[in-house]
Structures are given as structure tokens and as C-alpha cells.
């Protein structure tokens, strides 16, 4: 997928598992390129990033993907199974980007990040989980006909005190995971990449490691042009006086 926005005068666009640009180009034409891939490159003036990122092959029946999952998180899908939750309702494609979005919004705030525009989520492929109406739940999937890319996996948690409730979105997270693999089984692609892992986040990468043990590489390049470094230094520079500005 392709993302193109602009950073006061700057241009600076993303590709996420896209086939590879005429980066030599884009250099000229943008000030900032990123590019998420799964082939390691030696690409002159940018920088890379190595992470490791967890996969689910597709290649075979949603059951034996299913019985892939560990023991704990197959038990928990199995609580959404038959409407055994009252008004829980498992959403696949859904269309309702606004709801999604927002969900994912607040939860990137309680997470301490600042939340990227709707504009960057569009084209994504989602699969959300409503309980009486109201979202609890999303995957927002990056799609390029072939791979489905976790973008993000959000939900109501942080703002739950029941602890009912809390369990059945633990739940229906879960369910979204399954629910997106059997899409991506029907729709003859190759896997699902539940995004880059970060094991200093204990609970986040049992959460994902619960789904499957392969791993593969990713690699995030960077380019930024020097009067778009000066930009991200300033902005640096005036977050950083603000913070000691604080009492």
C-alpha cells in the first residue's frame, strides 16, 4: 500500500509491501521515503531498521491454523463461537472506518503515541468486534492483494473496569485474529503478519506469540532530505523545551 502526506511544505510518501520504486527518483521528488519490505537492500542515503515480525502461513484449512494457536488462545475464541455472548457481533471487511479509526485513535493516546491522520488507515482491510453496538475491538490490516500486515490492534481495555466485560474483548480480539486468517485463507493469500514484535512489551508479544511461533525479518528504510532533518530536529527542539517548561 502506497501513503502519500505532506509535512508543512514537505512531501514524503510510505510504501508498505509494495514492489520496489525507482527510489533514485523518489529521492528527488519527496523529502521523507519509507519503506517497509521483507527484502534486506543496500540502498545508498538511507537508513534501516531490523525487527522481527510474526506470521501466519495460510497455505492450509483455517483448522489447522486453528489448532496452531496455542492452547489458551484457541479456548478463548471458542467463548465467541455460537453466540455464547449476548450481543457480541464479529464484523469482517467492515465498512465502518470512522468507528475504527476512533478506537484506534484513543488507544494510541493511552499508549503515549500521537495517532497518525484517517488518511493514513484508508485501504486498509478491517475486522472489528462490536459488543451492543458499541466497538470494543479492531484489526486494521494493511492489504496488498496477497498479505494482510497488522497497521494496528486496538480496543477498549485500558478503559474497562469490568472485569466481564474486559474478558470478552480479550475474547473477541482474539476472534478478530481467526477471523482475519479465515478471510485471508478464502481469499488465496499467502499469510498474515501480525507486525513487528518488541519484547521489552512482555504482555504485547505473548499476545502475538500466542498465535504462532514464525518469525521473519522485517526492514523498515528511511530517507530524509537535510532540510527535512532540520524540520524533525526543530520540532524536536520545541518538544523538548515544553517538556522543561513543565513543572
Not at 494457536?69 to 449476548?86: A, C, M, S, V, Y
Request: net charge positive; aromatic share 16%.
Amino acid at each position: 500500500m502506497i501513503f502519500k502526506k505532506n509535512v508543512l511544505w514537505f512531501k514524503t510518501i510510505r510504501y508498505v509491501l509494495e514492489p520496489w520504486p525507482d527510489w533514485e527518483k523518489f529521492k528527488k521528488n519527496y523529502a521523507a521515503i519509507y519503506l517497509v519490505s521483507y527484502e534486506k537492500k543496500d540502498l545508498p542515503g538511507f537508513s534501516v531498521k531490523i525487527k522481527e515480525t510474526p506470521i501466519i502461513y495460510l497455505n492450509k484449512k483455517i483448522e489447522e491454523v486453528f489448532s496452531s494457536f496455542n492452547e489458551t488462545t484457541r479456548n478463548e475464541i471458542r467463548r465467541t463461537f455460537d453466540d455464547k455472548i449476548p450481543g457480541l457481533k464479529i464484523v469482517v471487511n467492515d465498512q465502518n472506518l470512522s468507528a475504527n479509526y476512533q478506537l484506534s485513535k484513543i488507544f494510541e493516546y493511552q499508549q503515549g503515541r500521537v495517532p497518525e491522520k484517517i488518511a493514513m488507515y484508508r485501504g486498509c482491510r478491517l475486522f472489528a468486534a462490536y459488543l451492543n453496538g458499541e466497538i470494543i475491538s479492531s484489526v486494521i490490516c494493511y492489504d496488498n492483494n496477497q498479505i494482510l500486515r497488522a497497521k494496528a490492534i486496538c480496543s477498549k481495555r485500558l478503559l474497562i473496569k469490568d472485569k466481564e466485560t474486559y474478558k470478552i474483548i480479550s475474547y473477541a480480539t482474539r476472534r478478530l485474529i481467526y477471523e482475519a486468517c479465515q478471510w485471508g485463507i478464502k481469499n488465496n493469500y499467502q499469510w498474515i503478519d501480525l507486525g513487528s514484535i518488541n519484547f521489552a512489551k512482555e504482555n504485547l508479544a505473548q499476545f502475538k506469540l500466542s498465535f504462532t511461533k514464525d518469525l521473519i525479518q522485517e526492514y523498515t528504510y528511511t530517507y530524509k532530505s537535510q532540510w527535512f532533518e532540520l524540520l524533525a530536529s526543530g520540532v524536536f527542539l520545541k518538544k523538548a523545551i515544553k517538556k522543561l517548561l513543565k513543572f
